[in-house]
């Protein structure tokens, strides 16, 4: 395949993404056909196919976004050099919590995905993968605070990760699903000063100020609405 063709296909198909995230975003992943994002994609429906056989596979696509993007965000702090690491978990925790806020009608069906791969309902898929290897990234972001002596070595990177992987997640789940107006950045903020809590040592520094992410190259909510605030 030439390169210019391999790149209207990569084109086609992140349009494609995007009319779906949008569509999604509005009424749902149920209320949503195929047809319906051909539609907006202004594609043809047999072209959403080529790509995404089935709309399992478009939401688990966009799934893969979202944990590629989540690693982004590990990537991003392990660049920090400067920034102590309980510093940068509040930055993680309060950046998801923002990011998730402004688009949660888009994230509130898509993290029904993510949790049947947490739960390991689906796996072996790309999105699984992803997630796999965002979790070893932030394994290495923890283990590298561990080293540093801003974190206390009682506990395993693994065991700090996947505690950290599920306060976060679960604090996501339980704003997308609760009837409550309260903030999830504020929620965030608060799920990680008791992820902290326990781990931090004596030696690290608490006193900085939370350092806000520069842009990604990429945004898994792209196309969806955002919600506009009160």
């Known amino acids: 395949m030439s390169p210019t063709r391999e790149q209207k296909r990569g084109e086609q198909r992140e349009r494609i993404l995007e009319a779906a995230r949008g569509l999604f975003a509005a009424r749902g992943l149920d209320a949503v056909t195929m047809a319906e994002v ?6 043809a429906r047999a072209t959403v196919f080529n790509y995404f056989p089935s709309k399992h596979a478009l939401v688990e696509a966009m799934t893969e976004t979202v944990f590629g993007y989540f690693r982004a965000l590990i990537e991003a702090v392990l660049a920090d050099e400067k920034t102590s690491t309980p510093t940068l978990v509040r930055a993680l925790f309060s950046h998801m919590g923002g990011g998730i806020e402004h688009y949660h009608r888009f994230y509130r069906g898509i993290f029904r995905e993510i949790v049947r791969i947490q739960v390991g309902l689906d796996e072996g898929g ?8 965002a979790i070893g990234r932030l394994e ?3 283990a590298r605070g561990q080293r540093r002596g801003e974190l206390r070595r009682e506990s395993s990177p693994g065991d700090l990760a996947r505690a950290f992987d599920s306060l976060s997640n679960g604090t996501v789940i339980h704003w997308l699903y609760d009837d409550d107006a309260s903030s999830l950045r504020d929620r965030m903020e608060r799920a990680a000063e008791i992820f902290l809590g326990p781990v931090v040592s004596a030696e690290a520094d608490l006193g900085e100020p939370v350092p806000e992410f520069e842009p990604l190259p990429f945004d898994p909510a792209a196309g969806a609405e955002p919600v506009e605030p009160d």
């Open 140 to 142: 290495e972001f923890l």
């Open 38 to 43: 051909a539609a907006q994609a202004g594609v």
């Open 126 to 133: 790309a999105a699984h993968r992803a997630r796999g290897a």
